[in-house]
């Protein structure tokens, strides 16, 4: 080879990733471990991983996508693991369903495990370059063979760097995160910048829209971060890690460490007053930004306007990592000038004497309507091109790593010739996720919350190994190791299961474990039982555990058949389970229901201005949006029920000669096909 042919060479890749952040480091490692030769380019090798905003991981909905991503072969959850400094579970005063992991992550050692692991990643290149420009190579496209994957291989695409040099790959994957045409805001001030001074990515802006794509205008922000001196913590309120922490990752051997604290405090009247007065010169309201921000995390200033009635707002000081002494104020994000953050801060219990040391700012950018994509995340109109992340209009470094898995399993299949990969709403957060983007699209930054999920009581934290690493095990993404450690787990928790259904014990004598000499708590098991109740024979330790009232811990001094080798975790679907049986068995039935949509494919090109009974808006959305099965067409905002029955039946009808007519094109028609015949 000669040493023009080899340098060539080197510039020739599978997949390319533009990004990495959250989004670009989980889709380059998908596809490099599928087998893909990939290439991540990266304005900065010392920005990768890097937690722009708050530097913690997990939370409501939030940590359900983390153990996703870690039980379809994800990195986002052993990385978590390793950098933890705190980890807590949120809302264990409410239901299983909504049980969520969160921990606070030490943002350098993260940004350097995720860079390491990048490094050692065999088929990936990592690139420190700025990508300027991209577009189809001169080879054409490669077109789109039966299934969704290409037909044929060779070079699609092409990125230029911004020292002139070019990339081709089949694939590329923008993973840009707020970093296209970012704009820097505090107050009257406002410059061209990317987020924690970076610089912004203008010119692949640019070439982007040149391209076609339809972007739009988000905006975010983030607080100020102080230095803890100034910080007084005797008047803020300490919260304290849990005694038993649980990891993110389903293959994790030890607890998380707990080696700080967190602190609460809240801001005043006071606070309120020095807000207001300065209205005028946050660039929300003097009209300088003109991007639409996240409506569930909005600015300090917007808080006071918009909850005019509320005293107070909370105020979570946390450690930015375990050996710095930089505090993120959480709860204060701001497009305030300077000075009127130091003026807010000395208002808030605590924080009267902080020293900031990185002021808050908001920071516009461009991303893409995500309604241009396919549920694969590739767009409708560009095959072989991907977007993951913020740069598909979502908020949060786990959904952009969520999309950014999806992103990259769904490009290394594309170039390998296998089926797409999606996920259904009933089987994660990442498939209701990917659903709301690709068929309700953004109005404003997405962010994901347990109820967007219809059946959340199935997407729970803890069954997220259950129901996703079967398909990780299948894409080539979990190990040997890691597939016989959870058959194992999963064998134990059916024989636990079993064996409450067949152990049996008197209630009574649980109850009466409780009862005290000087009339018992009025909270123990038996003031919430009757005497009948408390007289029957013993009973299945499965159907004990239908009380609410009663636990597998509460039951563990009489239950001495319970195998002593069971972990926490084990136990705690075991429990789950039993428990909300009766809701699961329902949540399975809608589930089959909203499948029978499901499993009915639309073809791609079918004309819906030929279908004479539908309405007007439902042509117009169908058309633009193109849903690839009736059930997300039935999600459309604008169609409606009656609307879904007419293509239901139009379907059925039609459906010989639609495969007939469509004859190379055609695995989804065949699968209309034989829905009805």
């Known amino acids: ?10 510039r020739r890749f599978d997949i390319i990733v533009i990004g990495a952040g959250h989004a670009g480091i989980e889709a380059a490692l998908a596809s490099a471990r599928l087998g893909c030769r990939t290439a991540v380019f990266t304005m900065h090798l010392d920005w990768i991983g890097n937690m722009a905003c708050n530097p913690s991981i997990g939370g409501s909905s939030k940590g359900q996508i983390v153990r996703e991503i870690d039980a379809l072969g994800g990195e986002m959850a052993l990385a978590a693991d390793e950098t933890t400094i705190q980890s807590r579970m949120l809302n264990l005063g409410k239901g299983p369903a909504v049980h969520a992991p969160r921990a606070q992550i030490d943002r350098r050692a ?53 020292t002139g040099t070019e990339y081709i790959a089949q694939c590329v994957i923008l993973a840009t995160g707020t970093f296209l045409r970012g704009r820097i805001h505090m107050g009257n001030l406002n410059y061209e910048g990317g987020p924690d001074g970076m610089p912004p990515s203008s010119l692949l802006a640019a070439s982007i829209l040149q391209l076609g794509l339809p972007l739009r205008r988000f905006k975010t922000g983030t607080p100020p971060r102080v230095h803890l001196r100034g910080v007084n913590l005797a008047k803020t309120e300490v919260q304290r890690g849990d005694p038993e922490a649980v990891p993110f990752s389903f293959a994790a051997q030890d607890p998380p460490k707990q080696i700080t604290r967190c602190y609460l405090t809240y801001t005043t009247q006071e606070t309120r007053r020095v807000l207001l007065e300065n209205l005028d010169r946050s660039p929300l309201y003097s009209g300088e930004i003109e991007g639409v921000g996240p409506r569930y995390c909005p600015s300090i200033e917007d808080k006071v306007v918009r909850f005019p009635d509320k005293e107070r707002h909370p105020v979570f000081v946390e450690p930015c990592g375990a050996h710095t002494r930089e505090m993120y104020l959480q709860g204060l994000s701001s497009s305030m ?57 979502s908020s949060g470094y786990e959904e952009a790593a969520a999309q950014g898995l999806m992103a990259g399993i769904n490009a290394a299949h594309r170039v390998l010739g296998r089926p797409p990969f999606t996920l259904r709403r009933s089987e994660a957060y990442i498939g209701v996720l990917i659903d709301d983007l690709i068929t309700k699209g953004c109005a404003e930054p997405y962010r994901m919350m347990t109820s967007r999920a219809e059946f959340r009581l199935l997407l729970r934290h803890d069954t997220a190994d259950r129901r996703l690493t079967p398909y990780g095990r299948a894409l080539g993404l979990i190990s040997d190791q890691r597939w016989q450690a959870f058959q194992e787990k999963q064998a134990q928790i059916e024989a636990e299961k079993q064996r409450a259904q067949h152990t049996k014990i008197r209630l009574a004598t649980v109850c009466g474990q409780e009862q005290r000499s000087d009339g018992g708590d009025k909270n123990a098991p038996e003031k919430h039982f009757s005497r009948a109740a408390l007289a029957a024979p ?47 068995k329902r949540q399975e039935a809608q589930v089959r229901e909203m499948n029978r949509l499901e499993d009915v494919p639309l073809p791609p090109d079918l004309d819906y201005f030929s279908i004479a009974a539908l309405r007007l808006e439902a042509r117009d959305k169908l058309t633009r949006i193109r849903p690839e099965t009736l059930g997300q067409a039935a999600r459309i905002s604008g169609v409606n029920p009656a609307d879904v029955q007419v293509l239901l039946l139009y379907l059925k009808k039609n459906a010989m000669s639609l495969r007939e007519c469509h004859p190379d094109s055609s695995h989804a028609l065949n699968r209309i096909y034989n829905c009805f015949t």
């Open 110 to 162: 993260y940004a350097d495990t995720m860079k390491a692991r990048l490094e050692v990643q065999e088929n990936l290149a990592l690139k420190q370059a700025e990508i300027v420009s991209i577009g189809p190579s001169d080879a054409h496209l490669a077109p789109i063979a039966e299934g969704g994957c290409p037909a044929g291989t060779g070079g699609s695409w092409i990125v230029t760097t911004r």
């Open 337 to 393: 000038p300077e000075d009127v953050q130091t003026a807010s801060l000395q208002t808030i219990p605590g924080l009267e004497k902080a020293e900031i040391m990185r002021p808050a700012y908001a920071i516009e950018y461009d991303c893409v309507d995500p309604l241009a994509l396919r549920a694969t995340l590739e767009f409708r109109d560009f095959p072989g091109l991907y977007g993951a992340g913020q740069f598909n209009g």
């Open 538 to 584: 013993p009973q299945a330790v499965a159907e004990l555990l239908r009380h609410p009232e009663l636990s597998y811990d509460l039951l563990a001094p009489h239950d001495p058949t319970r195998p002593s080798h069971l972990t926490p975790d084990v136990l705690l679907t075991a429990e789950t389970d039993i428990k909300y049986e009766g809701y699961l």
């Open 1 to 10: 080879m000669t040493e023009h042919s080899e340098a060539s060479a080197n």
